[in-house]
């Protein structure tokens, strides 16, 4: 049973830092890929970045590209996002995303595989 744990959210002030990290446990198998999506109060869950194991191709959301980095250590099945230059309206639940089917991409939230728990990032202006 593959397990994804979330760590690393709280609360910042705008242009402030954070860094959440996801291990996924429960399986010696490298994931295809790993993502990071968010979801604010009233608003549906969005895929913000996402990385594949392969090659390493990289996707960031618009509202997040150039202030947040998602880089992966494979050897532990870890996702890390490092977030940057934090806005309020960064302000959401994080949840970590992943999948261990070959060709899956992390990007449509109804197709991915294994979620986390979800961790909170409240940016206070």
């Known amino acids: 049973q593959v397990q994804l744990r979330e760590s690393g959210g709280g609360s910042a002030q705008a242009g402030g830092s954070l860094r959440l990290s996801c291990a996924a446990s429960g399986t010696t198998a490298r994931s295809t890929c790993m993502a990071w999506f968010r979801q604010a109060p009233g608003k549906e869950r969005e895929v913000i970045a996402r990385?594949?194991?392969?090659?390493?191709?990289?996707y960031y959301d618009d509202s997040v590209e150039g202030r947040f980095t998602i880089s992966q250590d494979n050897a532990k099945n870890t996702v890390y996002l490092l977030m940057n230059s934090l806005r309020p309206e960064d302000t959401a639940m994080y949840y970590c995303?992943?999948?261990?089917?070959?060709?899956?991409?992390?990007?449509?939230?109804?197709?991915?595989?294994?979620w986390g728990q979800g961790t909170q990032v409240t940016v206070s202006s």
């Open positions: 990385i594949l194991a392969s090659n390493s191709d990289l």
């Open positions: 995303a992943a999948d261990f089917r070959p060709n899956f991409s992390c990007l449509i939230s109804p197709t991915v595989q294994h």
